[in-house]
């Protein structure tokens, strides 16, 4: 980790920890915007550590904002900050002014773009669900993939009809509509893949789920430790030892995957390090979760118990950006599309071409 990583995991770490309490997971999910906590994130720069300096934002790199969005899902914090990540680097690439406040992002396809988009207006007609945050957003960034090219445009949240729903962590999962047809200038995203939205969405996920695997491993080695059951730790058991053994190994295993998409996710061919990161991150959620509530017993599935924020987020991220039974077809479909004389390349470079995610 270098200074500025660690600079940040310190200052994000203390941040969260001071302030994303039970009670504030709780107001969060009964529909409190916390206010007060995203200005705590504005004042600390967290919002626009990707946006260019020219735009008021920091400048960092993918990999030194890796911490924080470990962090944040780590602490469960309930705002839009990896989407206002995500959406003020996709700005940066379209050389788009970065608007105030909470953003958020969302996919546009060809049914979406009345009209050909080479750059300029375009009208954007429809629908698009499973929006994160979209109703606590001030502006949605539109990532528009068409022609085997990506495009970016911002448009007011309030200027689109919202539907909001939330998914099994409680989080804002909305439809945003644009009516008969909303006028929107689309521009290119320069060097980044068509589907750039869908891997970065991915990235961010498999971080969130890293950190939030973290957290159940450090309450389950806690409360292992302080309960006593047949006149011994529960740590004492041997079965308690393994859950807590291969959640622990699962944990490091999705947060080292993380950890190499965002190292590679500036460089010329992020696709498999990405798309490997989130099929680790899929797969070893179902068992750090169902692990961590066996070591809790029946005192984890209640609502007054904290476990639940970090487990109900790893089953809702897991299927956000793509599956890891998603991600691992199309893997599949690149390496046998690719030939035998790639396979080695691809493992100890980390590169393989996934072509088209449709």
Not at 110 to 124: D, K, L, S
Not at 162 to 169: E, G, K, Q, S
Not at 263 to 272: I, T
Request: with cysteine; net charge negative.
């Amino acid at each position: 980790m270098n200074e500025m990583q660690s600079m940040l995991a310190d200052t994000a770490a203390r941040l969260f920890e001071e302030q994303i309490t039970p009670e504030v997971l709780a107001r969060a999910e009964a529909g409190d915007p916390l206010e007060d906590l995203w200005t705590l994130v504005q004042q600390q720069g967290f919002d626009l550590a990707l946006a260019p300096e020219e735009a008021g934002g920091s400048g960092l790199d993918w990999c030194t904002v890796y911490p924080l969005v470990l962090l944040s899902g780590k602490f469960s914090l309930p705002l839009p900050l990896a989407e206002t990540l995500l959406a003020t680097w996709l700005l940066g690439k379209a050389g788009l002014p970065v608007p105030q406040g909470r953003l958020t992002v969302a996919r546009l396809g060809p049914e979406n773009v009345r009209t050909a988009a080479q750059g300029g207006q375009a009208q954007i007609c429809g629908s698009v669900a499973d929006v994160p945050w979209a109703a606590a957003a001030d502006h949605i960034v539109l990532c528009a993939e068409l022609e085997g090219a990506a495009y970016a445009g911002v448009i007011a949240a309030p200027d689109t009809t919202i539907d909001t729903r939330l998914n099994i962590a409680r989080e804002p999962r909305c439809t945003v509509s644009f009516g008969e047809g909303v006028p929107l200038e689309l521009v290119p995203l320069q060097g980044v893949p068509a589907a750039a939205l869908t891997y970065m969405g991915a990235m961010l996920r498999s971080a969130q789920m890293a950190g939030a695997a973290e957290r159940l491993l450090q309450q389950s080695v806690q409360y292992a430790d302080e309960r006593v059951q047949f006149g011994r730790r529960l740590s004492a058991f041997q079965i308690i030892q393994q859950h807590i053994a291969v959640i622990a190994c699962e944990a490091a295993a999705m947060s080292a995957a993380a950890s190499y998409a965002f190292s590679c996710a500036d460089g010329d061919a992020p696709e498999l390090a990405i798309a490997a990161a989130k099929i680790r991150a899929g797969t070893g959620a179902g068992k750090v979760a169902s692990l961590a509530h066996a070591v809790h017993g029946a005192i984890g599935f209640t609502y007054e118990h904290t476990l639940h924020y970090s487990s109900r987020r790893l089953w809702a991220w897991r299927s956000e950006y793509g599956s890891h039974a998603w991600w691992s077809e199309r893997l599949g479909r690149a390496a046998i599309a690719a030939g035998p004389q790639q396979w080695w390349p691809a493992l100890t470079r980390g590169t393989l071409p996934l072509g088209s995610l449709q």
